[in-house]
């Protein structure tokens, strides 16, 4: 095992509060170090609140243009080029990562990325993903690894695959039937004009504009 490295403030995970904290205490002088398995910031600008709201988003303006009439302002026949939307969205997720990179170079927290365990008290084994191992100990640990999409005890529901919002939002086309549970937000049940029934048909969105806004 390689030797431990020391540091006063050691935080696994780096979602809302792991980030946070490691930024205030870096700048207050702290020797801090953030684990992060995979995705920078959290779950929130990368596969959750973020890409789901510039999403929404996308599809409250489809919805504006397409009842636009009602307001006096009138178009032709509207389409939705789904590549476009999730280039957008994509555009969004990249600067919010850029941005957290800044903040941690600024702060002088520093961002280890890799798998996380712990093997002693205030101890952290850490499987570089680039390769090679970390011993990490920290005078104070923190602990920031957040949630996880879970699919209900439903039976023959696991064995059908299902798409939990990280497999929707990463989505990139084909063919075939989407069950969809109806969301609260009235603007995600416009989403795109699709999700107004409960199951429904679609195309492969992914090459094709998709009609009917």
């Not at 801090?32 to 995979?38: K, M, N, S, Y």
């Not at 307001?71 to 280039?87: K, Q, S, Y």
């Not at 390769?131 to 640990?141: A, D, I, M, P």
């Not at 069950?179 to 029934?197: D, E, I, V, W």
Request: charged share 20%; glycine share 12%.
């Amino acid at each position: 095992m390689p030797q431990p490295e020391r540091y006063e403030i050691l935080i696994l995970g780096s979602g809302e509060g792991g980030k946070l904290l490691a930024w205030e205490l870096a700048r207050a002088g702290r020797r801090t170090a953030v684990v992060e398995r995979r995705w920078i910031g959290g779950s929130c600008p990368n596969i959750a609140c973020l890409p789901t709201k510039n999403e929404i988003w996308s599809a409250k303006v489809a919805h504006h243009v397409r009842h636009g009439a009602q307001f006096g302002a009138m178009t032709g026949p509207v389409v939705i080029d789904m590549p476009t939307v999730r280039r957008r969205k994509r555009a969004m997720v990249d600067a919010q990562i850029a941005a957290h990179l800044q903040n941690y170079k600024a702060s002088g927290a520093e961002l280890i990325m890799g798998s996380g365990r712990f093997v002693a008290p205030k101890t952290l084994e850490v499987c570089l993903n680039d390769g090679g191992t970390r011993v990490l100990t920290g005078e104070k640990v923190f602990l920031n690894i957040g949630t996880h999409a879970t699919i209900p005890n439903v039976p023959g529901l696991e064995a059908a695959r299902p798409l939990t919002h990280v497999e929707a939002l990463g989505r990139r086309g084909g063919s075939g039937h989407l069950l969809h549970q109806q969301a609260r937000t009235p603007a995600t049940r416009r989403s795109f004009g699709r999700t107004r029934s409960v199951a429904f048909r679609f195309t492969d969105v992914g090459t094709a504009p998709v009609p009917g806004v």
